[in-house]
Nanobody
Framework: QVQLVESGGGLVQAGGSLRLSCAAS????????LGWFRQAPGKEREFAAA???????????HYADSVKGRFTIFRDNAKNAVYLQMNSLKPEDTAVYYC?????????????????WGQGTQVTVSS
């Protein structure tokens, strides 16, 4: 069955880095948009980054303004995986981070209407 499993979360000091991984299984993900969302305590789930297929071997990347320049999303289709490299972390990045997948036709990638979701991984940034 379809499954998204996140890993790589943890506790890090402000200014540090973490790399989140998401292993996707159960179908072919090449044309799927793969994204990362996050949810801090008491707040709504918000978009962080996504990578969408534009045809052939070309993918676009999309970022929330709050993470642009600090986070990098990339995917490895051979491993059915998507990653989120997070640098220069701030306490306000503290949240549960979720991996999500949506079919190619879903273009509203900043909204949480993705078809598949992982269980989340906790990221805590201390000041």
């Amino acid at each position: 069955q379809v499954q998204l499993v996140e890993s790589g979360g943890g506790l890090v000091q402000a200014g540090g880095s973490l790399r989140l991984s998401c292993a996707a299984s159960g179908r072919t993900w090449t044309s799927y948009t793969l994204g990362w969302f996050r949810q801090a305590p008491g707040k709504e789930r918000e978009f962080a980054a996504a990578t969408s297929w534009s045809g052939g071997n070309t993918y676009y990347t999309h970022y929330a303004d709050s993470v642009k320049g600090r986070f990098t999303i990339f995917r490895d289709n051979a491993k059915n995986a998507v990653y989120l490299q997070m640098n220069s972390l701030k306490p306000e990045d503290t949240a549960v981070y979720y991996c999500a997948a949506a079919p190619q036709w879903y273009t509203d990638y900043k909204r949480a209407g993705y078809e598949y979701w992982g269980q989340g991984t906790q990221v805590t940034v201390s000041s």
